[in-house]
């Protein structure tokens, strides 16, 4: 059965400063890896969508990597703002639809 | 006007009722699926559809049913609702495409209260 592990949990950062978050699962048997964002209360918005086949994928100030085979992922903020203060979820799909990891909850200080 | 709706955003109910949460989408994809978000829990998948004559259980199908009326229209029922069913409810859609991607794209939720 495929596992999702983010860590951390929480992060809290001063404006400015780049980060990474990480985001670990079990079976290396994945289609793709899929990165959210999700504001308090509200649904979730997809950031970046990397395929089995890619190593990564940017997107502005967000950089996604993944290697398949030792069953990791990274999302990579540049120059963090306050206004990317939320929990970002990573999600894999293998043989089964999106499996989630539990989120790591982002708080950016001004 | 928003790809994914779903209706209601929100609502209260007691135990022992009958609840429908409904999701349209406007995107033209094949697939789609509802999910439950639990604080520390993460989303869990209840059910998806890769079509309109396709059925497929989740992790957590007991106690919902789903049916799917049309290509945009994929609704989750509670038959009897029970307090452990209070969460946030997703509704999302796919289409696996030219690429094969199968990205997927989520309504904003409704929140369910069961008393």
């Known amino acids: 059965k495929q596992e999702v592990t983010q860590i951390p949990a929480a992060l809290s950062v001063p404006e400015g400063e780049n980060l990474v978050l990480n985001c670990s699962f079990t079976d290396s048997a994945i289609y793709n890896l899929q990165w959210f964002r999700q504001d308090p209360g509200k649904g979730l918005t997809s950031l970046l969508l990397?395929?089995?086949?890619?190593r990564e994928q940017t997107s502005g100030r967000l950089n996604a990597s993944l290697d398949k085979s030792s069953g990791r992922s990274t999302l990579y903020i540049a120059a963090s703002q306050p206004g990317d203060s939320a929990t970002y979820l990573c999600?894999?799909?293998?043989?089964?639809?999106?499996?989630f990891g539990k989120g790591t909850r982002l708080s950016v200080i001004a | 006007d928003a790809d994914v709706t779903q209706t209601p955003r929100n609502r209260i109910t007691k135990t022992g009722k009958r609840i429908m949460l409904e999701c349209s989408q406007t995107?033209?994809?094949?697939?789609m699926y509802w999910y439950r978000q639990d604080p520390g829990l993460g989303l869990q998948l209840i059910y998806y559809?890769?079509?309109?004559?396709?059925?497929n259980k989740g992790e957590i199908s007991d106690g919902y049913s789903v049916s799917r009326q049309a290509q945009a229209k994929f609704s989750l029922s509670l038959e009897s609702a029970i307090p452990n069913q209070t969460a946030l409810y997703f509704c999302?859609?796919?289409?696996?495409?030219?690429?094969?991607?199968?990205?997927?794209?989520f309504g904003p939720g409704t929140r369910l209260t069961v008393l």
């Open positions: 559809s890769f079509d309109v004559k396709d059925i």
């Open positions: 995107k033209g994809h094949d697939r």
């Open positions: 999302a859609t796919s289409d696996t495409g030219l690429a094969g991607n199968n990205e997927q794209f």
């Open positions: 999600a894999v799909t293998g043989n089964t639809p999106l499996v």
């Open positions: 990397i395929q089995s086949s890619q």
